[in-house]
T-cell receptor, first 115, second 113 residues
């Protein structure tokens, strides 16, 4: 079946502009995650959605970052007033269950470059 | 707070050499452990996982990892690497029953043909 889909695959934006990144998880997966991958930094947890529960936003680096998940499916990560340090690959992942034997399924990511 | 440390950022091996990538985590409770792999141009995918039971787990493509609780380690091994194993490898940990998976910084492996 279809995997996790992210769009756009690449985004170049000017400093100060807002950007929206989209994630379409695997159908039926209730958990959705956003991570940020910077060079040499591994994957940094940003935010987590599980079903209709309130999201865990503890990893968002500043109030310029926000995310929504509509109808328990598609998610949008928004970065307002982008800064050069926001440049990274933004990865979305979904899993079938919150805990237990459920690994993460990742999308190909969105490479964001802030000039 | 949980953290994951991967000892090597870059590893270069010749084909048929043995591989061991180190991973240590810090967390006092019961954990689930993972290795993910990212081949060039592809998305991250699960290589193997440990949830409970036998601490020696086997994954795809001949990889295995051993969970040593007393050392807080989950090292990845392969007896004989191939050129196609060239990829970036990430160790990850999640507290049992939780949701937040914490990743290490990754190890880039290059296998010379």
């Amino acid at each position: 079946g279809a995997g996790v889909s992210q769009s756009p695959s690449n985004k170049v934006t000017e400093k100060g502009k807002d950007v929206e990144l989209r994630c379409d998880p695997i159908s039926g997966h209730t958990a959705l995650y956003w991570y940020r991958q910077s060079l040499g930094q591994g994957l940094e947890f940003l935010i987590y959605f599980q079903g209709n529960s309130a999201p865990d936003k503890s990893g968002l680096p500043s109030d310029r970052f926000s995310a929504e998940r509509t109808g328990g499916s598609v998610s949008t990560l928004t970065i307002q007033r982008t800064q050069q340090e926001d440049s990274a690959v933004y990865l979305c992942a979904s899993s079938l269950l919150q805990g237990g034997d459920s690994p993460l399924h990742f999308g190909n990511g969105t490479r964001l470059t802030v000039t | 707070a949980q953290s994951v440390s991967q000892h090597n950022h870059h590893v270069i091996l010749s084909e048929a050499a043995s591989l061991e990538l180190g991973c240590n985590y810090s967390y006092g409770g019961t954990v689930n452990l993972f290795w993910y792999v990212q081949y060039p141009g592809q998305h991250l995918q699960l290589l193997l996982k440990y949830f409970s039971g036998d601490p020696l787990v086997k994954g795809i493509k001949g990889f295995e990892a051993e969970f040593i609780k007393s050392k807080f380690s989950f090292n990845l091994r392969k007896p004989s690497v191939q050129w196609s194993d060239t990829a970036e490898y990430f160790c990850a940990v999640k507290n049992t029953g939780g949701f937040k998976t914490i990743f290490g910084a990754g190890t880039r492996l290059f296998v010379k043909a």
